[in-house]
């Protein structure tokens, strides 16, 4: 499919060491996937669901020890440890090269390597970066096909250019005791053996997306980063982006599929999705901010997705898309799971395989699906689309808005008063765990920017980049927000309503960018001036929206003590502009 030098080399060495038995480039074609549809099916690989009410859609089971990201397996190999940062697990890559190399020699005897060339970002943007991944995995090559853009014109876009990210992926015996995801970043090169789990094995997702984009980014002057694309239209007809980072649990998915209330849809308000998850950003011709959602579709969630709290996504699943580790419903050969409705189906399979009686098997506490099964769907099913979603040039921002699950720190919205000022809001990013099962209830986690498990380099470095990022733009930097939809009342009840009223606070953040909403100045940062938030037809107590909007200093004081100790890792490190900014927060808050 190509004479590239470059890939026909790289491509004959890792067949020396892996030693499959055939060979097959993937061209993209309707006719080739059909085929392997079939194939993995009558190998048991996957399981054909009901045709006519689920067109095209498949499901698939991992095995039972390999259901999930593993971060304590996933490394970063750079020449020196400093470099990977206090964050990133590190080895050094000659090292792992051996160690790895005799993992993966002979791994893939008695079966076929597939040679997926893709894009990340729409074929021939300039936004958009080629890799290619070898697998022996034919469910990676059916989630690629959904996830990215892939196939001959990737081939002939790549042309006889070396630049490419070599991605090498091996299920092995799926041994958890030698599972590995590593990143060479300086190579260009992510290795991964002994997972069939797709986070770990989609390597344009997290792997290319994240941690290797974030280091070229930062070599090459764009960001890569953990956030989704929004775009508000207001009844005008004019739309405008937002891009937004939180951590998991926090409801990213539903806000970037978000239905507007009723009254703000009836105004001829919409909302149309860009990316649920990963957003590329450089500086365009005109000297602002531009984001292109690098992937094709979604890897969502399953469990929680319903019609009644994400609409969009449930509709999204309908037709070719693939369910890994959720239940199947035998009666008509659909899927379900925890959150879907309220009726477990009694014949059922849950989600390793047994057949069970879904009523009783959940009574007594069980769970039909895996708490991350997942869906993995065309992002053009989804009803809100929007339609610059394969625009190469991407999409101006106008805001960036980070986020997190606090109980009494964050009020629900606040400004930061520059970009410096907000490079340090999303530095000092953090959740609150909910569920007893991770441990403690309340205890804060760190996550900066929600790149904690996906930064490619030293996360100091990181935030330098922001800083550099934002010189660059100068007065053309978008501004930045931070929310908290989780603010709790003293009997532990949330305060704000979330889900589609959530818009009610995007509108607030896109007027101040147009410098046409009320603020007051606060500790923190600039907060909603009385009644400047719309609450139209809502049903919120003038008091509870005045709580929602408080800082309480003794709390904040707490909080900059978790904060100095977290950047304390960084050493000296640490830009002085993050250290300048937690200086004055504390000082603004002893005032």
Known sequence: MTENKTVLAWLDEMTKMCQPDSVVWIDGSEQQLEALREEAVASGEMIKLNQEKLPGCYYHRTAENDVARVEDRTFICTPTEIEAGPINNWMEPKEMYAKLTALYTGAMKGRTMYVIPYSMGPV????????????????????????????????????????????????????????????????????????????????????????????????????????????????????????????????????????????????????????????????????????????????????????????????????????????????????????????????????????????????????????????????????????????????????????????????????????????????TMASETTAAAAGAVGVVRRDPMAMKPFVGYNMADYFGHWLDMGKKLGDKAPKIFHVNWFRQDEEGNFMWPGFGDNMRVLLWILDRCAGKADAVESPIGYLPAENAIDTTDLDIDANVLKELLSVDKSIWLEDVADQKKYFAQFGDRLPKEIADELNKLETNLNK
């Open 124 to 427: 021939g943007s300039p936004f958009s970066k080629i890799g290619i991944e070898l697998t022996d995995s034919i469910y990676v090559v059916l989630n690629m096909a959904i996830m990215t853009r892939i196939g001959k014109s990737v081939i002939d876009q790549l042309g006889d250019s070396g630049e490419f990210v070599k991605c090498l992926h091996a299920k092995k015996d799926v041994n958890p005791d030698e599972r590995y995801i590593v990143h060479f970043p300086q190579d260009s090169t992510i290795w991964s053996i002994n997972s069939a789990y797709g986070g770990n094995v989609l390597l344009g997702k997290k792997c290319f997306a994240l941690r290797i984009a974030s280091y070229l980014g930062k070599h090459e002057g764009w960001m890569a980063e953990h956030m989704l694309i929004l775009g508000i239209e207001n009844p005008q007809g004019e739309v405008k982006y937002i891009c937004a980072a939180f951590p998991s649990a926090c409801g990213k998915t539903n806000l970037a599929m978000l239905i507007p209330p009723q009254y703000l849809k009836d105004k001829g308000y919409k909302v149309w999705t860009v990316g649920d998850d990963i957003a590329w950003l450089k500086i365009g011709p005109d000297g602002r901010l531009y984001a292109v959602n690098p992937e094709a579709g979604f890897f969502g969630v399953a469990p929680g997705t319903s019609e009644k709290t994400n609409f969009n996504a449930l509709e999204s699943t309908k037709k070719n898309t693939i369910f890994t580790n959720v239940a199947i419903n035998n009666e008509d050969m659909t899927v379900w799971w925890e959150g879907l409705d309220k009726n477990p189906p009694a014949d059922a399979t849950e989600w390793t395989g047994k057949k069970v009686n879904g009523a009783e098997y959940t009574a007594a506490g069980n769970k039909l699906a895996h708490p991350n099964s997942r869906f993995t769907a065309p992002a053009i099913n989804c009803p809100c689309i929007s339609k610059e979603f394969e625009n190469p040039q991407g999409v101006p921002v106008e805001a960036i808005v980070f986020g997190g699950r606090r109980a009494k720190t964050a009020p629900l919205v606040y400004q930061a008063r520059d970009w410096q000022h907000g490079v340090f809001v999303g530095a």
